[in-house]
């Protein structure tokens, strides 16, 4: 039983996988490896929409790219933990200025995810915060998914749950 599961358990990946279609997969990896470029590359691509959600987000490139984004016609709209309405250096205030709606999701002690779903077909993930600490000190990774349209559903079924309790953020 236990090694029945065991072989289960290692196919899953695999299983998923092939489930999916072919996807391509990039990994990034801080200090100083190229997180926050391959982030604002991906988001320089956008061409329909953006989700994002983030715990601490202060990344000027990335917001950059964000409102850049939204100047081609891109549809982005950003959800983001409460800890960012009274944060120093917050982007939410600059996206806010910059007419991109933000949402503060406060129904959970943290809302401490880091994804991105771009065009409903690529996710951006990892424990790499939108920050300038991320990329320069802290040891962090980003995942890019791309080619998965039915992973990035399921991501942007999850950030519509999380719209939901969400509050406009001012």
């Known amino acids: 039983m236990v090694r029945r599961l065991f072989l289960l358990l290692s196919l899953a990946p695999s299983i998923l996988c092939a489930q999916q279609g072919p996807q391509d997969l990039k990994a990034f990896f801080s200090p100083n490896g190229g997180c926050t470029q391959a982030v604002v590359d991906a988001l320089n691509a956008a061409k329909k929409t953006i989700l994002v959600q983030a715990y601490s987000f202060t990344s000027v490139p990335i917001a ?11 549809n982005v ?6 800890s960012q309405r009274t944060e120093r250096y917050s982007g939410a205030t600059y ?48 995942l890019l998914i791309l080619h998965a349209p039915e992973l990035a559903a399921r991501y942007t079924a999850n950030w519509n749950e999380h719209l939901v309790h969400a509050e406009k953020h001012r």
């Open 64 to 74: 950059k790219a964000l409102v850049d984004a939204k100047h081609r016609g891109v």
């Open 77 to 82: 709209r950003v959800i983001l933990d409460k």
């Open 95 to 142: 996206l806010v200025n910059e007419g991109i709606p933000n949402f503060i999701d406060a129904a959970h002690k943290i809302a401490h995810n880091k994804v991105m779903v771009i065009d409903d077909q690529e996710v951006i993930t990892g424990s790499f915060n939108f920050t300038k600490a991320a990329e320069s000190g802290n040891a962090e990774n980003v």
